[in-house]
């Protein structure tokens, strides 16, 4: 008995090659046709890029039965995620919005009213400020304008580069208790009790928006799809269940596969991985020296402050968190960066279905218990 029914040697070989080979077209037909007798209507892969949001690059991969249906989601996806890019902008006004800057503007002036979306980004900021022992702090933004303003200098005209004084970030850094951010659910107001700080929620952000996005887009009846908005990857669900030819004769299916992503070299060029992790409805976050930096006589500055040293820790090249929430991943790669590795290691092994991989100067690594499941062999 074969998979297509009995086959009956009323005659030749010949015959019975010919019915066999008539049986192999015909399911090749179906693969090539989309197997949609198979596993129902066939999903094909698509993909987005846009250049305009949170300051990066963000790609937009999915999986649906036509292009309209895709465009659908992914102007869902665009219009979203702009919207949360205005939310959390701590540079400029939009007309209508109070957003960051405007609890910046107001700082020591009076409360602000804000969206819903600002207050549970703050709220899941300050637990894990508090989790992390203040290793990861939305509110030390007047430390971070400084080192910005010094970086936007330094690479505007490099020979000119220059470190910030001692001095001027010890007063800033008088300006960073987030006791001082007062978050009041109930009005949906957000006040900064000391007229000085700044909040900052660049670490914390891009994260927090991806993984409230891809929830949405899950709600609206998306299922598999890859959001990575700028390194910060979230994914939902995996690959269709669609089997290619392979599947069909018992040789495995093609896709339904997890999401494959990459770890980047933080000595390579951009586009050189050093592992590749699969993830199915997970997230990947890394924070790494090579990101955003300035050189000043020979020393490289990279973008993540430490809250204590007011100034880049250069412990680790880079920190992979991968769980379950890009919004959890993305604060916690900058705050197991700023810890050292027995704080950081302890922090994450506490933490359900949380993994990391620290990547030292000089090559070497350090993995938690269960990330090397994830990787992909």
């Not at 129902?40 to 987005?48: C, D, K, P």
């Not at 952000?205 to 899950?218: N, P, S």
């Not at 040789?251 to 991985?273: I, K, L, N, R």
Request: one cysteine or more; hydrophobic letters at 40%; a negative charge.
């Amino acid at each position: 008995m074969n998979p297509y029914g009995e086959m009956r040697w009323h005659g030749s070989r010949a015959v019975c090659g010919r019915r066999l080979l008539v049986c192999f077209a015909a399911a090749l037909c179906l693969v090539l046709c989309g197997c949609a007798g198979l596993r129902g209507q066939r999903l094909e892969r698509y993909s987005a890029q846009y250049f305009d949001l949170f300051d990066t690059v963000t790609v937009f991969t999915g999986y649906a039965p036509d292009q309209e249906t895709f465009d659908r989601y992914a102007g869902e996806m665009y219009g979203e995620l702009a919207e949360y890019h205005r939310l959390y902008d701590i540079y400029h006004d939009y007309e209508g919005i109070n957003n960051i800057k405007t609890i910046n503007d107001n700082a020591g002036v009076e409360p602000v009213q804000v969206d819903g979306r600002i207050i549970g980004l703050l709220e899941e900021a300050v637990d894990l400020c508090g989790q992390t022992g203040g290793a990861v702090n939305v509110a030390m933004g007047s430390v971070l304008s400084v080192w910005h303003e010094y970086r936007e200098a330094a690479l505007a005209d490099p020979q000119r580069a220059q470190v910030p004084p001692a001095g001027l970030l010890e007063e800033a850094g008088a300006h960073m208790d987030i006791a001082d951010l007062k978050i009041d659910r109930e009005a949906g107001t957000v006040y900064l009790a000391d007229p000085e700080m700044r909040l900052d929620v660049g670490a914390v952000a891009k994260g927090y928006a991806a993984e409230m996005v891809c929830r949405k887009l899950q709600e609206d009846g998306l299922t598999s799809a890859m959001l990575n908005v700028g390194g910060n990857v979230r994914t939902i669900g995996a690959k269709p269940e669609q089997k290619g030819l392979l599947g069909l004769f018992g040789g495995g299916a093609a896709d339904g596969e997890a999401w494959t992503v990459g770890v980047q070299d933080p000595d390579g060029d951009g586009g050189a991985y050093l592992h590749t992790v699969e993830l199915t409805g997970g997230a990947l976050v890394t924070s790494g020296t090579y990101q955003r930096y300035y050189e000043a006589d020979g020393v490289r500055y990279h973008h993540i402050i430490h809250p204590e040293l007011l100034a880049p820790w250069n412990r680790y090249a880079s920190v992979t968190i991968l769980c379950g929430d890009s919004g959890l991943a993305d604060g916690l790669s900058t705050a197991v960066f700023n810890m050292e590795i027995e704080d950081g290691l302890a922090l994450i092994e506490s933490l359900e279905g949380v993994e990391a991989l620290w990547i030292y100067p000089d090559g070497s690594e350090e993995r938690s218990s269960g990330f090397a499941a994830y990787e992909k062999s």
